[in-house]
């Protein structure tokens, strides 16, 4: 009888043994590496492709894989999330998110987002208010990381997002990663409930999201965060450094 493999596939990749943890561990530390030397980049004339130009020969040149997009966006361009990076050239006073979705070295991915701020002048007020609102809803969400946790009870103790930035924000809540994005996935309760029965276990490895960003506005802040499942809760796989001077 054939059949559809999806759901065993889905079920037989949710945790994690320690060789696919000390992968994953591996791709997160080379896509930081790329990270870091990113925002040491970012000056006058420097496009966005560029700058993601960066990212990407880092995790080549460590053996990783691809990207699964140039998620990369500055300035007015961050605003709404998901658009790919262009010949855009980055300016004073500017916004740079991006998302790695890198498959790294042996196959596996590290799926972590930072907005750096760009310029010598201080940011706005705006800008530090949507990037303290991104930071707050990372840091709540990742509180309830835990095994036991089920995805119900998940979506319904999530940061309540306010009203101005739930039509563009990101489409979920928390989703699994492994040698892609991957089941489970949770979606913010303002676009309806869970569709099926799961509870977190100790050795998954997920990512915890946020775009926080209005409508019509010229600035949009996203940060994501990848952590594995522990018996006592989670630790972050990702330690990139968020960004100082927008949470002052």
Known sequence: EVIDAVDLVEGARVIKS????????????VAEHGIARMQASIGPGVTEVQLWGILNYTNLSNMGGWHEGRMLASGPRINPWLQEATQRVIEPGDLVGFDTDMVGPFGYFCDVSRTFYYGDQPPTRRQRQLYQLAYEEIQTNLKLIRPGMSMRELQGSAWPVPEEFREQAYPCVIHGVGMCDEYPQVKPRFRGPIAYDAELEEGMVVCVESYIGAIGERDGVKLEEQVLVTAGGYELLSSYPFEERLLE
């Open 18 to 29: 320690d060789d696919e943890v000390a992968c994953i561990r591996w791709a997160c530390a």
